[in-house]
């Protein structure tokens, strides 16, 4: 069973929603969470880091949240744009050399 | 421009032919690994190195090699590619390899073994 698990898979929306993907994890000891953009055909960049002490981090229009006691983040995408659509991946870290990938949520903004 | 570099973007092989997908970051990072990435089951780590000459298995190491001789290169090698190892696959690089420094993704290499 993948450690970290994403929903929904795929979700569409309209340009100018608001739209909260989610990530579920039981990586265990907690290091890090990160979220990655993926266009497609490309690598992952990423769009925000979050500790164990941190419970929210924005970057522009993407805000995230983090729950480290019942192991759950939020990527929520405020105003979307065309150029929202991509995959999400949302990646925790239980140490040195230990990160673990979530399969990830493909988002379409339809205008 | 700070990037990683991998070469080629797509290839297409048969069944036992030896071939080598080339990665190479200028950021001067110790930490390289390579991905590989199938629908539906996200990015699995295939190897990773720490720094020159140190290298290590991943989650799905079977049927790959990799070499770190220099710093900045990665080369993933497959000996004798099977269509199973048909996959699109990533080069990454950061300075650890603890996820607290972001790690820079390759463009990717589509290889497909018929």
């Known amino acids: 069973k993948n450690q970290v698990e994403q929903s929904p898979q795929s979700l569409i929306i309209l340009e100018g929603k608001n739209c909260t993907l989610q990530?579920?994890?039981?990586?265990?000891?907690?290091?890090?969470l990160r979220w990655y953009k993926q266009d497609t055909g490309r690598g992952p960049v990423s769009l925000t880091i979050?500790?164990?002490?941190?419970n929210t981090k924005s970057n522009g229009r993407y805000t995230a949240t983090l729950d480290a006691d019942t192991k759950q983040s939020s990527l929520h995408i405020t105003a979307s744009q065309l150029s929202d659509s991509a995959s999400y991946i949302c990646v925790v870290s239980g140490g040195n050399n230990d990160m673990r990938f979530g399969a990830g949520t493909r988002l379409t903004v339809k205008p | 421009e700070a990037q990683v570099t991998q070469n080629p973007r797509y290839l297409i092989t048969v069944t036992g032919k030896k071939l080598t997908v080339t990665c190479s970051q200028n950021?001067?990072?110790?930490?390289m690994s390579w991905y590989r990435q199938d629908p539906g089951l996200g990015l699995r780590q295939i190897y990773y190195?720490?720094?020159?000459?140190?290298?290590d298995k991943g989650d799905v190491p079977e049927g790959y090699k990799v070499s770190r001789k220099e710093k900045r290169n990665f080369p993933l090698i497959l000996e004798s590619p099977s269509p199973n190892q048909t996959s699109l696959y990533f080069c990454?690089?950061?300075?650890?390899?603890?996820?607290?420094?972001?790690?820079?993704f390759g463009q990717g290499t589509r290889l497909t073994v018929v």
């Open positions: 990454a690089s950061s300075f650890g390899g603890d996820g607290y420094t972001e790690a820079f």
């Open positions: 190195s720490m720094n020159v000459e140190v290298t």
């Open positions: 990530c579920n994890y039981t990586v265990s000891p907690f290091s890090n």
């Open positions: 979050m500790t164990f002490s941190e």
């Open positions: 950021m001067n990072h110790e930490y």
